[in-house]
T-cell receptor, first 116, second 119 residues
Framework: DSGVTQTPKHLITATGQRVTLRCSPR?????VYWYQQSLDQGLQFLIQ???????AKGNILERFSAQQFPDLHSELNLSSLELGDSALYFC???????????????FGPGTRLLVL | AQKVTQAQTEISVVEKEDVTLDCVYE???????LFWYKQPPSGELVFLIR??????QNEISGRYSWNFQKSTSSFNFTITASQVVDSAVYFC????????????????FGSGTRLSIRP
């Protein structure tokens, strides 16, 4: 158990809908990262927040957004969902800003999203 | 540009055999970090090791060992005396040590190697 929690574990929705995925980092960790794992794209980094501020951005679509709240939990919002958004979404956390891979990222169990 | 190649899509061995998972990377930076992660059938990602580009010493942790060779841009992972519980998808990953906002903390993953250990 990494100490990172994600809810829900599974989510089934329809195209065009909007969903929110939630992540709670390990106690004491200030950074939260979001990743998408799909069959065709593999594992991709989406976005990172550090202490409430956006820190780095990867291959995140404009239909997707995220935020980190004062209690350090984070939410990933996915809107106008398409079939291709079906994937496993991971959250990870680390102690600091995670500059340059200097810190280990600990992953949550993931949220499996199925868009029908 | 960064790239991580795991040419072995699937490997199947009998329990107690040794197995090596290959990882070849591409980067223009002189400072970077390499990682291995394990994803068991349950789906979670488990961190195994992080190595920076200035430390070419091989590392051993129990039955696991890693061979980092900058000359061939490889970071291979060997499991000695494999066990059924080692069955998982293993990902190699690369993070470049760039300054500035947009590149901080990005990790590029390889496509993974599915390892099956048969009893």
């Amino acid at each position: 158990d990494s100490g990172v929690t994600q809810t829900p574990k599974h989510l089934i929705t329809a195209t065009g809908q909007r969903v929110t995925l939630r992540c709670s980092p390990r106690s004491g960790d200030l950074s939260v990262y979001w990743y998408q794992q799909s069959l065709d794209q593999g594992l991709q980094f989406l976005i990172q927040y550090y202490n409430g501020e956006e820190r780095a951005k990867g291959n995140i679509l404009e239909r997707f957004s995220a935020q980190q709240f004062p209690d350090l939990h984070s939410e990933l919002n996915l809107s106008s969902l398409e079939l291709g958004d079906s994937a496993l979404y991971f959250c990870a956390s680390s102690v600091g800003p995670g500059l340059a891979g200097e810190e280990t990222q600990y992953f949550g169990p993931g949220t499996r999203l199925l868009v029908l | 540009a960064q790239k991580v190649t795991q040419a072995q899509t699937e490997i199947s061995v009998v329990e107690k055999e040794d197995v090596t998972l290959d990882c070849v990377y591409e980067t223009r930076d002189t400072t970077y970090y390499l990682f291995w992660y394990k994803q068991p059938p349950s789906g979670e990602l488990v961190f195994l090791i992080r190595r920076n580009s200035f430390d070419e010493q091989n590392e051993i942790s129990g039955r696991y060992s890693w061979n980092f060779q900058k000359s061939t841009s490889s970071f291979n992972f060997t499991i000695t005396a494999s066990q059924v519980v080692d069955s998982a998808v293993y990902f190699c990953a690369l993070s470049e040590a760039r300054t500035g906002y947009s590149s901080a903390s990005k990790i590029i993953f390889g496509s993974g190697t599915r390892l099956s250990i048969r009893p």
